[in-house]
């Protein structure tokens, strides 16, 4: 393992995320409102750190596989402990614990929070809160990448930090690694200006948009309002967050494709037909519910609100426009459903992935096909039209098992130490694994995740680095075996 190579690009990683801390400082200037020696303190001291990485490792060897799931797994924990000095030193989060938790939250684009009144926080910080939505919802160390010196193994970093969803489907547009973290992140900040200019023609201010374009595209959640989207009241703002959460969802390999001018590669995409019937499938049932039990006055009514809340969910954003939790029964397990689902394979979002449920579907099929029906037959699973190794449908059916695994533990460990109800245990794993953010329960979407305890936060902290590592990389760690040469 190569420890100066991993100290250089934490340096980097760290002088990255200093440097980010400028636009919110320009917020704090325009509002005023104390927040500014909290942000240029943070932003120095975290710069100041990453130079003495870079300056005491100034050597640097090709990085492998271990080298780059310790960077992977060790960046996060770092950046979010130092992305919290702002709200600890001007005091909106004194305690280290809940701003680790806060900041985890957001570059994991959980959007989980523990703020009791988010609007009693001043703008600099909010807009801090909601960037790191922007940097982790394509993955920070995406960023780091096209930093990199050439050949030090920014595609394993890259690798170390996507899901197995993306090595199922062999997503790479572009031969240079830095050639694609270009074109990934000009795509990523051109959607978030195209609904921030959407969101503005709309009557939502300046500052409000940004903020919820970085919650959007990301699939993140934070809102710097109380009552997140449903404040606004609009039926225009609903619908266009609606319709990007949905684009964050995509695999933006597909968007690419599509600025090339191939459509066909959309039209034939496996999962992104799943994710479309899926989408349609529960965002149907869920209105027609609604109107049914008169939840709201008009069918149009319930089909906004139905649509936003599950895209919402399914696309793990966790953006809210109604108490949900007021909903029928049968519309609450409709939405408890896609929870666990998640969205495409190579987009923004987290959780299991349509991708998954597509291998796993037709590996059902297929199975029970040859043992009922064609004992002689040999058929292999296809995605895009294109026949998968069986070794990838060993990977999907082990990473499902894996995640269910994950929040049946967890949520007996909630229970046991944080004494909660069997919904709220078992919702606030979901909720931090699948970086959903708001759940059921205690942590239901008018409520908050501040009453938990100090070692419930930190366990819920790693559930969701878990969850936004996809897994492997954040477990591997753990093995005596990885340490070993």
Not at 131 to 138: A, D, I, K
Not at 338 to 345: E, K, L, Q, R, T
Request: aromatic share 12%.
């Amino acid at each position: 393992m190569h420890f100066s190579s991993i100290a250089h690009v934490i340096g980097i990683l760290l002088v990255v995320t200093g440097g980010s801390m400028g636009l919110p400082v320009m917020w704090s200037l325009y509002y005023g409102e104390g927040d500014l020696t909290a942000l240029m303190v943070s932003a120095m001291i975290t710069i100041a750190l990453g130079l003495s990485l870079l300056s005491f490792f100034r050597r640097h060897q090709e990085l492998g596989i271990k080298d780059a799931i310790v960077i992977a797994s060790l960046g996060w924990v770092i950046v979010s402990a130092l992305s919290g000095l702002p709200f600890i030193i001007h005091g909106s989060i004194p305690s280290f614990t809940d701003a680790f938790f806060e900041m985890m939250s957001g570059y994991t684009t959980t959007g989980a929070t523990i703020l009791k009144n988010i609007e009693a926080v001043p703008h600099g910080l909010l807009f801090w809160r909601s960037e790191t939505h922007l940097l982790g919802g394509m993955g920070f160390l995406t960023l780091v990448v096209i930093f990199l010196p050439h050949g030090m193994g920014g595609l394993r970093i890259a690798r170390a930090e996507s899901s197995p969803g993306q090595v199922i489907t062999k997503d790479k547009f572009k031969a240079r690694n830095k050639d694609t973290m270009i074109w990934l992140w000009g795509i990523y900040l051109g959607l978030n200006v195209l609904e921030t200019i959407l969101l503005c023609m709309g009557g939502m201010s300046l500052f409000d948009s940004l903020c919820h374009a970085f919650g959007t595209i990301s699939t993140g959640g934070y809102s710097p309002q109380n009552l997140s989207v449903g404040a606004y009241k609009s039926a225009y703002l609903d619908w266009v967050i609606t319709i990007f959460m949905f684009l964050g969802g995509m695999s933006f390999l597909l968007f690419y494709r599509m600025m090339m001018g191939d459509f066909r590669s959309t039209l034939i995409n496996t999962e992104f037909r799943w994710y479309v019937g899926i989408m349609v499938f529960f965002c149907g049932a869920t209105a027609l519910i609604l109107w049914q039990a008169n939840t709201y006055p008009s069918l149009m009514e319930s089909v906004r609100y139905a649509t936003f809340q599950v895209t919402s969910l399914l696309t793990t954003t966790g953006f809210t426009t109604a108490d949900y939790e007021q909903w029928p029964q049968a519309a609450q397990m409709f939405l408890y459903a896609v929870c666990f689902i998640g969205a495409c394979a190579g987009s923004t979002t987290s959780g299991i992935k349509v991708v998954h449920y597509v291998i796993i579907c037709k590996f059902i099929y297929l199975a029970i096909k040859k043992l009922l029906v064609q004992p002689m037959t040999v058929k292999t699973i296809q995605l895009n039209r294109r026949p998968i190794d069986a070794s990838i449908v060993d990977l999907a059916i082990c990473y499902f098992i894996v995640n269910i695994f994950m929040i049946l533990a967890g949520g007996c460990f909630m229970a046991l130490v944080e004494k909660m109800d069997f919904t709220s245990a078992m919702s606030s794993i979901i909720a931090t694994l699948m970086n959903i953010g708001p759940g059921f329960g205690i942590v239901g979407p008018t409520k908050n995740y501040a009453q938990i305890s100090d070692v419930g936060k930190w366990f819920l902290s790693w559930n969701m680095l878990v969850g936004r590592l996809e897994m492997f990389s954040a477990l591997v760690i753990l093995l005596p075996a990885f340490w070993r040469k």
